[in-house]
């Protein structure tokens, strides 16, 4: 009963527009000081104290301590020039296709996806040069956001990923080997959004070609050279094993400073203060839910959610890849209506304990858990990419919702293909760590 009514609350409060840290947070500490709901003996200041005590070990972990850095060198490349020049390096490369453009601004954020780690991020950098440049050369404005917006979506598959190292600080999982999973994936799901781009753009004849020259991508390629190494650093330090992720992701700040105020000279000293600030709202954001959703875990851990969960499952006598193709519907359902952080932290403790059911390695699960959340962050009504794209292209939330979809479908393909077959997520984890 108890469990019932914490879901509802908290699913009750978010519907009314409270923000969902304190959707979490507050019907879980309402229910803790509720009486009846622990023994008598629990006395008011012993259970003030559990919650504050959750409060602070939620987010105490320098591993958690890449998040805030990861947001500032995502506002950093943002601003620093990075994202340009590797728009104009991928466009020469790819801009004599059909659909050119389009298939740049995914090569592109799939470069900067090596960065920074956040999907709105990624979509903000490239989004701001390219949605207006697209729409430009004739593509559609709803067209021009719902790529950027799927190309976005990949920031927090391809590594690093701030999804990833929340996953890997909740389950004990190695964050490093979430990462290497996740390359394979990512690649894959970029291939897939480029041919579906090339292709709508060849039906309906979008954008402009550009005749392939060598030159150019010598010349673009020059200017991007400092850009492209920034992924190079932040990878091949954490896949190599030189740094742990929280050191790759303060590896990425700098980076992403040097070359912005000294090699681009686009990022002025006298904007720091407010891009600092301005990532550190957000990267507080994604903190606070992390605090309240650990009190919300530790009740639902008392009042034997996991026993109940484990109970319903037998009962449903389902074989393993049936028992993880429910378990990934049900991840897109809650991707498509919650929050991906929020998602995760309410989400992946539970859901972890299956793993043994559905016979799938931690790390394999991990990663299917992100690409399922992942989607979410490119489909309506609460998908971050898409806002961010559509405040930049100027759209309703309905365009461009019906200009992803095939996106979204071909994603979920993606998606049926690594939870079927583990070795696109696990050879490389494999090869590099065991």
């Given at each position: 009963?108890?469990?019932?009514?914490?879901?509802?609350?908290?699913?009750?409060?978010?519907?009314?527009?409270?923000?969902?840290?304190?959707?979490?947070?507050?019907p879980?500490?309402?229910?803790?000081?509720?009486?009846?709901?622990?023994?008598?003996?629990?006395?008011?200041?012993?259970?003030?104290?559990?919650?504050?005590?959750?409060?602070?070990?939620?987010?105490?972990?320098?591993?958690?301590?890449?998040?805030?850095?990861?947001?500032?060198?995502?506002?950093l490349?943002?601003?620093g020039?990075?994202?340009?020049?590797?728009i104009?390096?991928?466009?020469?490369?790819?801009?004599?296709?059909?659909?050119?453009?389009?298939?740049?601004a995914?090569?592109?954020?799939?470069?900067?996806?090596?960065?920074?780690?956040?999907?709105?991020?990624?979509?903000?950098?490239?989004?701001?040069?390219?949605?207006?440049?697209?729409?430009?050369?004739?593509?559609?404005?709803?067209?021009?956001?719902?790529?950027?917006?799927?190309?976005?979506?990949?920031?927090?598959?391809?590594?690093?990923?701030?999804?990833?190292?929340?996953?890997?600080?909740?389950?004990?999982?190695?964050?490093?080997q979430?990462?290497?999973?996740?390359?394979?994936?990512?690649?894959?799901?970029?291939?897939?959004?480029?041919?579906?781009?090339?292709w709508?753009?060849?039906?309906?004849?979008?954008?402009?070609?550009?005749?392939?020259?060598?030159?150019?991508?010598?010349?673009?390629?020059?200017?991007?050279?400092?850009?492209?190494?920034?992924?190079?650093?932040?990878?091949?330090g954490?896949?190599?094993?030189?740094?742990?992720?929280?050191?790759?992701?303060?590896?990425?700040?700098?980076?992403?400073?040097?070359?912005?105020t000294?090699?681009?000279?686009?990022?002025?000293?006298?904007?720091?203060?407010?891009?600092?600030?301005?990532?550190?709202?957000?990267?507080?954001?994604?903190?606070?839910?992390?605090?309240?959703?650990?009190?919300?875990?530790?009740?639902?851990?008392?009042q034997?959610?996991?026993?109940?969960?484990?109970v319903?499952?037998?009962?449903?006598?389902?074989?393993?890849?049936g028992?993880?193709l429910?378990v990934?519907?049900?991840?897109?359902?809650?991707?498509?209506?919650?929050?991906?952080?929020?998602?995760?932290?309410?989400?992946?403790?539970?859901?972890?304990?299956?793993?043994?059911?559905?016979?799938?390695?931690?790390?394999?699960?991990?990663?299917?858990?992100?690409v399922?959340?992942?989607?979410?962050?490119?489909?309506?009504?609460?998908?971050?990419?898409?806002?961010?794209?559509?405040?930049?292209?100027?759209?309703?939330?309905?365009?461009?919702?019906?200009?992803?979809?095939?996106?979204?479908?071909?994603?979920?393909?993606?998606?049926?293909?690594?939870?079927?077959?583990?070795?696109?997520?696990?050879?490389?984890?494999?090869?590099?760590?065991?």
């Amino acid at each position: 009963m108890i469990i019932v009514l914490l879901f509802g609350l908290m699913f009750t409060l978010k519907a009314l527009g409270l923000p969902i840290a304190l959707s979490i947070g507050l019907p879980a500490i309402g229910l803790i000081v509720t009486p009846g709901v622990f023994p008598a003996t629990a006395s008011l200041a012993a259970l003030g104290q559990t919650i504050v005590q959750q409060l602070f070990s939620g987010v105490d972990s320098f591993d958690l301590l890449a998040v805030p850095l990861f947001m500032i060198a995502g506002a950093l490349m943002e601003t620093g020039g990075i994202s340009r020049r590797l728009i104009d390096f991928c466009n020469s490369l790819v801009g004599w296709a059909h659909g050119g453009l389009a298939a740049a601004a995914i090569v592109a954020s799939m470069i900067i996806a090596g960065i920074s780690g956040s999907a709105a991020a990624d979509t903000a950098a490239i989004g701001a040069v390219v949605i207006p440049a697209m729409i430009r050369q004739g593509y559609p404005a709803a067209f021009a956001a719902a790529v950027v917006a799927a190309g976005g979506a990949i920031g927090v598959i391809i590594p690093p990923s701030i999804p990833m190292v929340i996953f890997g600080f909740m389950t004990n999982i190695s964050t490093s080997q979430l990462f290497a999973g996740g390359m394979l994936v990512g690649l894959l799901l970029g291939l897939s959004f480029m041919a579906v781009a090339v292709w709508i753009s060849w039906r309906k004849g979008y954008g402009q070609r550009v005749p392939f020259r060598w030159t150019e991508v010598a010349r673009t390629g020059r200017a991007a050279a400092w850009s492209l190494g920034a992924p190079v650093v932040v990878l091949g330090g954490i896949l190599s094993g030189i740094v742990t992720v929280t050191e790759a992701a303060a590896l990425a700040v700098f980076y992403a400073l040097l070359v912005g105020t000294l090699i681009n000279r686009e990022l002025a000293w006298k904007d720091l203060p407010q891009l600092i600030i301005k990532s550190q709202v957000a990267a507080g954001g994604i903190l606070f839910i992390i605090a309240m959703a650990k009190i919300f875990g530790w009740l639902l851990a008392m009042q034997q959610g996991a026993r109940l969960l484990d109970v319903f499952v037998n009962s449903l006598s389902l074989p393993p890849t049936g028992l993880l193709l429910l378990v990934m519907a049900l991840l897109l359902v809650v991707g498509c209506v919650m929050e991906t952080t929020a998602a995760l932290l309410l989400m992946v403790p539970v859901l972890a304990l299956l793993t043994p059911q559905m016979m799938v390695d931690p790390v394999h699960f991990g990663v299917l858990v992100v690409v399922n959340l992942a989607i979410g962050m490119m489909t309506p009504p609460v998908g971050i990419c898409l806002f961010v794209s559509c405040g930049i292209a100027g759209i309703s939330l309905g365009k461009i919702s019906r200009a992803v979809m095939p996106l979204v479908a071909v994603a979920m393909l993606d998606l049926l293909i690594a939870a079927l077959w583990p070795p696109l997520t696990m050879w490389l984890p494999t090869l590099l760590y065991r």
